[in-house]
T-cell receptor, first 112, second 112 residues
Framework: EAGVAQSPRYKIIEKRQSVAFWCNPI?????LYWYQQILGQGPKLLIQ????????DSQLPKDRFSAERLKGVDSTLKIQPAKLEDSAVYLC??????????FGPGTRLTVT | QKEVEQNSGPLSVPEGAIASLNCTYS??????FFWYRQYSGKSPELIMFIYSNGDKEDGRFTAQLNKASQYVSLLIRDSQPSDSATYLC????????????FGTGTRLTIIP
C-alpha cells in the first residue's frame, strides 16, 4: 500500500514570496490533515478535511494560509506572503475511520 | 499552562534498561491518547494508543493512563539503540478522527 505522498520535499523562498505544497493521501482515506512542525516542537494542526469539506481550520492563519482539497483526494496548502516564522516542516497526514493518522515525509520550508 | 506537556529531555538510558517517558495534559475532556515516535528528519509514526485507565502492552512497549491525574506514560523495556528518537505524546477529545494536540516531545537516547 502506497503511503502519503508530499512534494516538494524541500523549499527555500524569500519572505513575502508565495509557496504551495501538495499532498496525495493514502487511497481511500477520507480524512486529510495539514500540520506545521516548527523545529523542537510537536506538530500543530492547521486544517482538517473530511472528503472535500473543512472540519477544523481554527489554527490556520487565514490572512496568509489557504488550503483546498478538490474532489476529496489531493490537497494543496498555500502560503502567501510567507514570513520568516513560517519556516517549518509541513506534514500531511491521512486516516480512514480510526484514530491512526499516517504521516507523509513532510516538506521542509525555509524562509529567508 | 500547555495543553500537553512533556519533558524535552534529552533522556539517556543504557541499552537493555527500561525507558520511561511521561506526559501530562490539561483538558479533562480528553478521551484518547497516543504515542508517536519520530526519528530525526522523519515523520511521526504511531507506536501505541490508549483510552482506558490502566496499562496496555504491545511487545516491548507499555502505555499507562491515569485520567484522574491527567497523566499518560510510555515504558520501553529492553531498550535498543534503534529506540533512540523523539517521542511525541498526543491527546484527542474524542475517539475518532478529531483534532490531535501534540506535546513538544521527549528526545530519548539509548546508550550502547
Amino acid at each position: 500500500e502506497a503511503g502519503v505522498a508530499q512534494s516538494p520535499r524541500y523549499k527555500i523562498i524569500e519572505k513575502r514570496q508565495s509557496v504551495a505544497f501538495w499532498c496525495n493521501p493514502i487511497s481511500g482515506h477520507a480524512t486529510l490533515y495539514w500540520y506545521q512542525q516548527i523545529l523542537g516542537q510537536g506538530p500543530k494542526l492547521l486544517i482538517q478535511f473530511q472528503n472535500n469539506g473543512v472540519v477544523d481550520d481554527s489554527q490556520l492563519p487565514k490572512d496568509r494560509f489557504s488550503a483546498e482539497r478538490l474532489k476529496g483526494v489531493d490537497s494543496t496548502l498555500k502560503i502567501q506572503p510567507a514570513k520568516l516564522e513560517d519556516s517549518a516542516v509541513y506534514l500531511c497526514a491521512s486516516s480512514l475511520f480510526s484514530y491512526e493518522q499516517y504521516f507523509g515525509p513532510g516538506t521542509r520550508l525555509t524562509v529567508t | 499552562q500547555k495543553e500537553v506537556e512533556q519533558n524535552s529531555g534529552p533522556l539517556s538510558v543504557p541499552e537493555g534498561a527500561i525507558a520511561s517517558l511521561n506526559c501530562t495534559y490539561s483538558d479533562r475532556g480528553s478521551q484518547s491518547f497516543f504515542w508517536y515516535r519520530q526519528y530525526s528528519g522523519k515523520s511521526p509514526e504511531l507506536i501505541m494508543f490508549i483510552y482506558s485507565n490502566g496499562d496496555k502492552e504491545d511487545g516491548r512497549f507499555t502505555a499507562q493512563l491515569n485520567k484522574a491525574s491527567q497523566y499518560v506514560s510510555l515504558l520501553i523495556r529492553d531498550s535498543q539503540p534503534s529506540d533512540s528518537a523523539t517521542y511525541l505524546c498526543a491527546v484527542n477529545r474524542g475517539f475518532g478522527n478529531e483534532k490531535l494536540t501534540f506535546g513538544t516531545g521527549t528526545r530519548l537516547t539509548i546508550i550502547p
